[in-house]
C-alpha cells in the first residue's frame, strides 16, 4: 500500500532527507485524542507569525498521541507529540506540533532536518490484545528521568474514518507543511491522558475533556509526505542545517 504522493521514501534504516518521506508501521496501538482549547491559552505556544484558528468561538482544536513505529518502518522508535492548536500561514491551515519526544537520535536528526524539533525521551509501554483483537494498555512518558504523561486506554468496537493530517513547521526562516496519511483499524476509543503538572505537557490540564478519542491498531502509512514551502520568516536568523554524508560529518584538518 503506497499513499505517497510521488515523494520518494527513505531506505529502512536510513534517515529522511528532505524531500524523503517517512514509512509508519505501527507495532503497538497509536493512540490519539482531539480536545477544544482556549486560543487565548495557546497563543504563546505558537509562532507569532502564524494564525490560530478557531473551530469555536474562542477555541482551537488540540490533539495528543502517542505511536510506536515497529519492523518494516523507516525507522523503528516510539514518539509522544502534542498539537496546541490549528494554525494558518498564508491561506494554508495545518497543526502545529508543540512537543515531540521520541527515543530514538535518527528520528531527531530527521526531524531538524525537515523543521520539527524533537527531543529524546524515554517510554515504557505496556499493551494486550483482548476480546476481539482490541487493544489496551498504557505507556509512561520521561523527559531527563522526569514524567511528563501517562497515557491509558481501551480500544472500543465503533469504526472511525481515518483522516490525513498536514502540519506545519519552520526550518530555519522557511515556513514549510507536509502531509501525514495512515490507514488502519481505526475505533472510537477510551483514552486517559494525565499530563504531569508542571511539565512540558501541562497545558493539557486545561483543555477540555477529549471530543473525540481513538485508538488505531494494524496501522501504516506515509509521514512528512508532499512537503511544500508556504514562505519565509525574514527577521528570523538563517542557520542552514546540513545534511551529513553517509558516512557521517567529514573529518575536520588534522583530525
Not at 62 to 86: C, I, K, M, N, R
Request: glycine letters at 12%; aromatic letters at 6%; a positive charge.
Amino acid at each position: 500500500m503506497d499513499l505517497s504522493r510521488g515523494q520518494p521514501s527513505a531506505p529502512l534504516g536510513c534517515v529522511p532527507k528532505p524531500g524523503e518521506s517517512w514509512r509508519p508501521i505501527g507495532r503497538t496501538a497509536l493512540v490519539g485524542a482531539a480536545s477544544l482549547a482556549s486560543v487565548d491559552l495557546v497563543r504563546p505556544l505558537v509562532p507569532e507569525e502564524f494564525e490560530v484558528v478557531s473551530v469555536l468561538p474562542g477555541r482551537t482544536l488540540a490533539t495528543v498521541f502517542v505511536a510506536d513505529y515497529g519492523p518494516g518502518s523507516t525507522l523503528e522508535y516510539h514518539e509522544f507529540g502534542l498539537q496546541p492548536a490549528l494554525v494558518r500561514f498564508r491561506g494554508v491551515t495545518a497543526a502545529w506540533n508543540g512537543l515531540l519526544l521520541v527515543d530514538s537520535p535518527a528520528s531527531v536528526r530527521g526531524g531538524e532536518l525537515l523543521g520539527f524539533r524533537k527531543q529524546l525521551a524515554d517510554f515504557e509501554w505496556r499493551e494486550g490484545v483482548g476480546a476481539g483483537g482490541r487493544a489496551s494498555g498504557d505507556c509512561i512518558v520521561r523527559l531527563g528521568g522526569r514524567e511528563v504523561a501517562r497515557i491509558r486506554y481501551r480500544q472500543g468496537r465503533l469504526p472511525l474514518p481515518g483522516a490525513p493530517v498536514r502540519a506545519a513547521m519552520v526550518r530555519d526562516d522557511m515556513v514549510l507543511a507536509c502531509s501525514n496519511r495512515l490507514r488502519g483499524r481505526y475505533r472510537w476509543s477510551t483514552v486517559h491522558v494525565e499530563p504531569a503538572e508542571g511539565g512540558p505537557a501541562g497545558c493539557l490540564r486545561r483543555f477540555s475533556r477529549p471530543i473525540v478519542s481513538a485508538v488505531v491498531t494494524e496501522y501504516r502509512g506515509v509521514m512528512a509526505d508532499d512537503v511544500r514551502a508556504l514562505g519565509f520568516l525574514p527577521h528570523r536568523r538563517r542557520a542552514r542545517i546540513e545534511v551529513e554524508p553517509p558516512g557521517g560529518p567529514s573529518p575536520s584538518p588534522g583530525s
